[in-house]
């Protein structure tokens, strides 16, 4: 065994641990154990493939050095940029989810926890610094290794040149002088004329206000905060000026997917016309909305794209909506093709679930929202432009030298679509504020927008009535699949309607949007309670009453998911359509998948099912995949075992895409509490360091 091996591993140990121990001679005999972990399923294989290319690289490297490059590139995979050392040592189960929950027996088989218990990050950290193949952040001559230490986090080099670059970024613009009118106080009245109600601070306003100061800023807040109406509200304050000048600004808007691009354009539309201002300047604040892949110039089969910092985009102010749904990479693929003097708005809820590759961007830019942290000059320059105290705000005092950023972030605090009346909003901050306890006293309560049911086993017959009908409260209650089939049906036009006829896509745009009164939500994708073992539960629920004709791959009243961008077709990442019938030019009946027009039209746009090659059948949907979207009855289905994705920011932000109705369902007693008291966690260094 080799020696440094020897000095990591906990005493005593098991005989078959002892065992497994003794070939633990050298670098190759570690990779040898990491191997095994892979078909353990601890790590993936493109860790181990990084590790090799490590050994590669530099024959016989220090053991320690490639265990810690092997969790680096596992913690990846799992959403974090970096490897913490200290944590990792802390708490390398939670920090490191391995093995895998369930997995509790390892056998003869060393956990990475027992190779780690007597090591400390001193001692850890040094070993790395000392390898060939480690960088010490920006150390001259070391350009070329790649893992980059920063104190005590490990980094691959990409990832760490993303963070970086995002950090300098921001930070040059959150000193950068803008010109703010001299009469911002006067406009600011006009545009929140009766705005906030008496006694209460105007966020809103406050938040357009502090926009103004800086070319970089942030809008959060939860669901019904008033997010798009405040920022086309600040694109006005913005524009108007400009617009007297004689030189408009360039202002586009974008979204991460699609779906939530729709969804924005629909909606600014309406906040545009309602603006107080003259019309030439609401003419000047666009409606449309891109996706960030067009915006920027995606290139299929590449990491690249048309705009960068050689070629930047032509603009001079960017909002982007959804934002905590952009990762690591994507923003600062962003920032690089931002011209320096362009305004970047982020708008998001901080506290719904993170992109799903790594990085929580908005998260970690938001770390004082919560508090405000303001300094004493921005709080008083805040009440003078805003006409209105703070003073009983609740808000802690910052520093602008320690906290530069809290001062161009602003969170939206009332919710006008959840009222203080609102159980949906209700259980939405508890689960927030991890009140495990008390969120499930609401949920025992059978108010009228919430419902829990606890499943008695994998065949409970209730749950399968729920997919079919909903709460079963008559035709105005929570509805389920059933509902969308039935108008499927009902309202169909007669066979001999030519296919030119206006009601064929009258008929498709109804269907589709009864689709969106029911959506079951899941945490995972395996097993019965997952996407996979859901979705065929409810396509047998359905066949069985009649209502779907499921024999066949396509079938009409199919739902199915767009999962990849396909700007051939102007078929978006999730995108969500219906197979429905339709005559030819011949009057024969041709199945066809009806899509939302994503550009706020309100049309139907119709597909054949053989153009359609990245899709999946949507009845349910991971959390993940909902982001960006609304449904009127909202099901969240939590798996019967605890999983690492399961957290209270899952369960917040299943609750949350719900707009009249939620319901809960529970294949197991105690699962709901058991996930809201895990929080995401996940490890960056992106704007800790001190100016």
Known sequence: MSRRLADLLPTPLHAEQLAALAPLRDSHDLLILLDRWVERGWLRALDRAFVGFLEERAPGSDPLLLMAAAL??????????CLDLGQTLAEPDFALSLPPEGDALAGPLLLPSQLLANLDQDTWRQRLAASPLVATGNTPGQASRPLVLSGLRLYLRRYWSYERQIDHALRQRLVADESIPADLGARLAQLFEGGALAGQVDWQKLACALATRAGFSIITGGPGTGKTTTVVRLLALLQAPAVEQGRPLRIRLAAPTGKAAARLTESI?????????????RGQIPTDVSTVHRLLGSRPGSRHFRHHAGNPLPLDVLVIDEASMIDLEMMAILLDALPPSARLVLLGDKDQLASVEAGAVLGDLCRDAEDGCYAPSTQTWLERVGGQSLAGSGLQAGDAQRNPLAQQVVMLRHSRRFGEGSGIGQLARLVNRQQALEARALLQQKL??????????????????LLLDGLDRGDDGPQGYGHYLRTLGSHRPQPATPASDPRWEQWASRVLQSFEAFQLLCAVRKGPWGVLGLNERVTR?????GLIDSQQPWYEGRPV????????????????????????????????????????????RFVLPSRLNEVETVFAMTVHKSQGSEFSHTTLVLPDALNPVLTKELVYTGITRAKHCFSLIEPRAGIFEEAVGRKVRRISGLMLEQV
């Open 72 to 81: 680096a590139s596992h913690q990846l995979g799992h959403g974090h940029v």
């Open 541 to 545: 629920v359905l066949h069985n009453a």
């Open 561 to 604: 998911l767009v999962t990849r961008n396909d700007y051939g077709l102007g078929l978006m990442n999730g995108d969500i359509g219906i197979a429905l019938r339709l005559p030819d030019e011949q009057g024969n009946a041709l199945l066809r998948v009806a899509f939302p027009r994503n550009d706020g039209s309100g049309g139907v």
């Open 269 to 281: 539309g309406q906040q545009v016309e309602r603006l107080q201002v003259s019309a030439e300047v």
């Open 448 to 465: 009228a927008d919430v419902h829990g049911l606890s499943l008695q086993g994998e065949h409970d017959r209730r749950f399968d009535r």
